[in-house]
């Protein structure tokens, strides 16, 4: 069974920083991207930035050079470091990891909440 565990959210003033972190553990065969994703109250769960196995990022438009993912393939880890917060950035992050044979699996998710 696969299990993604999830850290590093918190209360955060506007213009601070956090740092999330997800480790997989299991038996996992032919990881693919590891990546984050948010969802904030009422709204849908969005992307927010992916790494390939192969050292490809994606991230969505509203990062704009704020968030850096990373990744560390031998060790099945993958963070976010996350800069300039906005309170529109407040909301549950999840972290998510797809195999190349098509299963994909969550973590719990971490809340994140940008205010003064």
């Known amino acids: 069974q696969v299990q993604l565990v999830e850290s590093g959210g918190g209360l955060v003033q506007p213009g601070g920083s956090l740092r999330l972190s997800c480790a997989a553990s299991?038996?996992?065969?032919?990881?693919?991207?590891m990546g984050w994703y948010r969802q904030a109250p009422g709204k849908q769960r969005e992307l927010v930035a992916t790494s390939t196995s192969g050292g490809i990022t994606n991230y969505a438009g509203f990062v704009k050079g704020r968030f850096t993912i990373s990744r560390d393939n031998a060790k099945n880890t993958v963070d976010l470091q996350m800069n300039s917060l906005k309170p529109e950035d407040t909301a549950v992050y999840y972290c998510?990891?797809?195999?190349?044979?098509?299963?994909?699996?969550w973590g719990q998710g971490t809340q994140v909440t940008v205010s003064s």
């Open positions: 998510r990891l797809g195999t190349y044979y098509g299963a994909e699996f």
């Open positions: 299991g038996k996992i065969f032919s990881i693919n991207a």
